[in-house]
């Protein structure tokens, strides 16, 4: 299923949500969002991923790069990732740098 | 195309739509520019050099770019080529150049070339995925991103003399299913094993081999289950940048190095420092009859010390040498290790073989190596653990004489076979334990109690338990009619040859291990236990299991409990050497009192008081370390003595007396069924007699005076 991303930005929060299959091409769509962000009074960056069915290391080192962009004091919650996901997550520790969450607003 | 570049980001060359220029020669190996990457690779004698790219897992490559030759600056080509997806690319060379094996020169443009300063290799990327045996590029070069976020870490940098270090291999240290571990046999799972580590009190986990390596190689069937010997201890390098992808949960996806970086960060996050088992005295291409991967084709003159006839000599005792002296080998080995220190934040480096990295490139020890003069001196390295294994398969056994610059610490072989020895009840040892116990003074005057790392088991050789359960070694499962392995394991059975039901004999094993962790743990230097020795682990008497991917080699966490009285002691005689500063000195004990305590910092002393006994057939020795000269004399520690009886008879020995109403308390006797072998710091019982203590046949004893 190919990606699609869809933005919102409400005041300091920016809510992305993504459908499709996170791979090293699409990776770009999602860092040209990310970047879109960048300089913009960003404090949480919530990304639902409930439809998003694969991701790979490239969609991961976004979620590296999103700190970097933005801030370390940005705030990146997940919202209902695939096991797989969580997985991968977990076993590189990048879950250390997010917070994982059923819904948003916890 | 973004205008802000600088102008020399801009193509200049274009092949089937591939944009490229002239590149950086420096650094070496594939490196992300604007836009680009930036290739860059040495051989002084190629002819011509072509750059080879494929899409990830591809079997053909969808470019082959030649080196047009402006591109080529003294020995180095180089080359930047334009809108590559990073994440997706395998690259590697084709080298043009002379074969001509009688001249040392081996050149194959048929076969495509790792690149040695490649940060990842694909290929191997789940172990023992069975490869396709086709591929026409077998170990692939990859790129990786150096975007980690370490936080606020950094290398630990605990004084040596404070060190209790673990040898772990990374696969056998969780695989079994005993483990009750997500992802066995990972860096993600030791990640879940850090509390156990914690509990266990060591500070310093030694990764055997982690470097890219290939468990296929000379596989075969094992002749005794019928499964697969694979090459399983991973002392055979195929890339010296790259982590073992098979080793991480997320190898298959690319992110073994992120997994790497994130168990040694947690590491760190626990106190534990992280030291690697480094293989620079040989690659996995073999002898002359090998596969080439990639050093043999890009320049074998170089990278290889080479007979006058063009063959490879064998220092390594696996088919080649590294030409670790040549000046080109030795600034990747540099670049390697500094890489590895600032990039993955490694606290230290053990080295395989060491004794190879001071032979000239005719195989000649150096009296002074550049090599290891280098490493001791790069600022780097400068606060990084080096330890030699300072022997090699071609002879040179330099224990005690390895070029050290002040800054080298070696495995000490002398230490493990004098206490095996010791043990057993071999005679004539007792001016060696002395030895043993204050870090070698005669060995190391001038470097310290710190350059001894003490041992008395490693992952070659017997495990702690099998030097007490077996004469022999038992090797028939690797394939080898069991001429493979060492053959001086100087172990005692203990009455039977292997597994037994009989209680004695059991009994007398575990006390066996006891007095040689107890004997380990109040030795000055750096101990270093093997990982599972806790828990009792045997091999089965196999001396050298570097082929099994089995419980051989997998750490069978159930023993902790069958062996809990093992496991309870060594974590409580670890808790009493950190508790007790005195058994870490820094600098040589000077057997005088350089503080106005009244006693020496060192003193023996044997069945008798202030007697010890140095003759032949003796078998007794005991010391007693003044607390007061604690750490040079700047902290203050209760005074501990020690009692070792390798006679199989109960001795008294006298007591030295105490100062200042001082009293012994008993803190170990290994003599005693557990629960009253060992007691915790400040619940050790006072002893009723303070003048002599009766030290049980095959025993141990150790006092606190406080």
């Known amino acids: ?106 | 195309m973004a205008t802000d570049l600088r102008i020399d980001y801009y193509p200049t060359h274009e092949q089937e739509g591939i944009k490229f220029r002239r590149g950086h020669v420096l650094p070496f190996g594939a490196t992300m520019v604007p836009n680009g990457i930036n290739f860059s690779i040495y051989s002084s004698e190629a002819i011509d050099c072509t750059l080879v790219l494929f899409e990830r897992g591809e079997d053909a490559p969808f470019a082959e770019i030649r080196f047009p030759e402006e591109f080529r600056t003294g020995n180095v080509y180089s080359m930047i080529v334009f809108d590559l997806d990073y994440e997706r690319l395998e690259y590697g060379y084709r080298m043009d150049g002379p074969f001509n094996p009688e001249q040392g020169s081996r050149f194959d443009k048929s076969i495509i070339l790792s690149d040695p300063y490649a940060k990842a290799i694909g290929g191997r990327d789940s172990w023992l995925a069975e490869p396709n045996w086709d591929n026409i590029y077998p170990y692939r070069s990859r790129l990786v991103f150096e975007d980690f976020d370490w936080e606020n870490d950094h290398p630990l940098e605990t004084p040596i003399e404070d060190l209790v270090i673990y040898e772990m291999h990374v696969r056998g240290f969780t695989k079994h299913p005993s483990s009750e571990v997500k992802n066995p046999g990972t860096f993600a799972a030791i990640r879940s094993k850090i509390a156990y580590l914690k509990e266990l009190g060591i500070n310093c986990v030694e990764l055997m081999p982690i470097y890219e390596f290939d468990e296929w190689e000379n596989s075969k069937e094992n002749p005794v289950t019928g499964g697969l010997i694979v090459n399983f201890w991973g002392y055979s390098t195929v890339n010296f940048f790259s982590p073992k992808a098979g080793y991480a949960a997320t190898g298959k996806f690319g992110m073994q190095v992120d997994e790497l970086k994130t168990l040694v960060k947690e590491l760190h996050k626990n106190g534990i420092e992280v030291m690697l088992d480094v293989v620079f005295n040989h690659t996995a291409e073999g002898d002359h009859r090998g596969h080439t991967i990639s050093f043999r084709g890009i320049d074998n003159k170089t990278y290889y010390m080479l007979t006058p006839e063009g063959y490879y000599f064998n220092f390594s005792g696996t088919g080649n040498t590294l030409n670790c002296n040549n000046p080109v080998v030795r600034n990747m080995v540099l670049d390697c290790l500094r890489y590895w220190a600032s990039d993955y934040h490694i606290d230290g480096f053990r080295f395989d073989l060491a004794a190879i990295l001071g032979r000239d490139q005719n195989g000649a020890p150096l009296s002074n190596p550049p090599l290891l003069e280098s490493l001791a001196y790069d600022p780097i390295l400068a606060k990084c653990k080096l330890v030699a294994e300072a022997w090699d398969a071609g002879g040179l056994y330099q224990v005690g004489s390895f070029p050290a610059y002040g800054r080298w610490a070696e495995w000490n072989g002398k230490y493990r076979d004098s206490i095996r020895k010791f043990l057993k009840g071999d005679e004539g040892l007792i001016h060696e334990i002395a030895q043993c116990i204050q870090g070698w003074p005669d060995l190391y005057q001038y470097r310290g109690p710190t350059a001894s790392i003490n041992f008395i088991s490693c992952h070659d050789g017997f495990t702690l338990y099998d030097i007490f359960a077996y004469n022999e070694k038992h090797n028939d499962a690797n394939g080898e009619n069991n001429n493979d392995g060492g053959n001086d394991n100087h172990s005692w059975n203990c009455g039977v040859e292997g597994e037994t039901d009989d209680a004695f004999i059991n009994q007398l094993r575990h006390k066996q291990i006891k007095n040689a962790l107890s004997i380990l743990m109040v030795s000055q230097g750096v101990p270093m236990i093997l990982s599972g020795d806790e828990a009792g682990v045997t091999k089965y008497g196999n001396n050298n299991t570097y082929c099994h991917d089995n419980e051989l080699n997998w750490m069978d966490w159930s023993l902790l409990e069958k062996n809990s009285d093992i496991y309870y002691f060594t974590q409580r005689i670890l808790r009493f050497r950190r508790g007790h500063p005195v058994l870490r000195s820094k600098t040589h004990l000077q057997h005088r009192d350089y503080v106005g305590s009244g006693y020496p910092d060192i003193s023996f002393h044997g069945t008798q008081a202030w007697q010890p006994d140095f003759a032949s057939s003796s078998r007794c020795l005991a010391f007693m370390l003044d607390g007061a000269h604690a750490k040079s004399g700047t902290i203050i520690d209760d005074s501990i003595y020690v009692a070792m009886n390798s006679h199989y008879d109960a001795l008294f020995y006298e007591l030295p007396a105490l100062p200042n109403g001082q009293r012994w308390h008993l803190a170990v006797n290994t003599d005693m069924p557990s629960g009253q072998d060992i007691y915790d710091i400040s619940k050790e019982p006072l002893l009723e007699d303070q003048s002599r203590f009766l030290v049980g046949g095959r025993a141990t004893v150790i006092l606190v005076g406080k």
């Open chain 1, 1 to 106: 299923m190919a990606f699609k991303i869809e933005t919102v930005i409400e005041e300091q929060t920016a809510r992305m949500t993504l459908h499709g299959e996170l791979d090293s091409l699409s990776a770009r769509v999602f860092m040209t969002e990310i970047e879109k962000l960048s300089g913009q009074p960003i404090e949480v960056l919530v990304l639902d991923m409930e439809d998003l069915d694969f991701m790979s290391s490239a969609g991961l080192r976004v979620l590296i790069f999103s700190k970097q962009k933005i801030g370390t004091h940005l705030a990146i919650y997940i919202v209902k990732p695939q096991e797989l996901i969580v997985d991968t997550l977990e076993k590189t520790g990048l879950h250390h740098s997010v917070t994982i969450v059923d819904q948003y607003p916890v």
